[in-house]
């Protein structure tokens, strides 16, 4: 059974870093693409970055390019969320997700994952 565990999570101030970690265990040695979303209070769930099963492309939501970097392990299902220069605006609940996939693009849309973790809580102060 494919579980996700996310880590990372906390209190910032504005122009900070987090680093966001997300391990999927029970992938035996199958490739899966991975991905973050994250939902705030009264907001609906916004894509945030992605990556193929390689690791060899990423993609990024609008509101976080350029300042987030998404990236993986060499061995394993286990993805690093690496947030710069952290807004309040990226308050949110973020949540880890995960599809078994040799595709070669990322997955941008949430209807493409199957397994998701419960999430991680990011909040950042003004």
């Known amino acids: 059974q494919v579980q996700l565990i996310e880590s990372g999570g906390g209190v910032v101030q504005a122009g900070h870093s987090l680093i966001l970690m997300c391990n999927a265990s029970?992938?035996?040695?199958?490739?899966?693409?991975m991905a973050w979303f994250r939902q705030a209070p009264g907001k609906g769930r916004e894509f945030v970055a992605a990556?193929?099963?390689?690791?060899?492309?990423?993609d990024y939501g609008h509101s976080v390019q350029g300042r987030f970097t998404l990236t993986r392990a060499n061995a394993g299902n286990v993805v690093f969320l690496q947030m710069n220069s952290l807004k309040p605006e990226d308050s949110a609940h973020y949540f880890c997700a995960a599809q078994q996939s040799a595709a070669s693009m990322p997955y941008d849309h949430d209807y493409h994952y199957a397994y998701w973790g419960q999430g991680t809580q990011v909040t950042v102060s003004s």
């Open positions: 029970g992938t035996g040695d199958s490739a899966y693409a």
């Open positions: 990556i193929t099963w390689s690791g060899s492309k990423a």
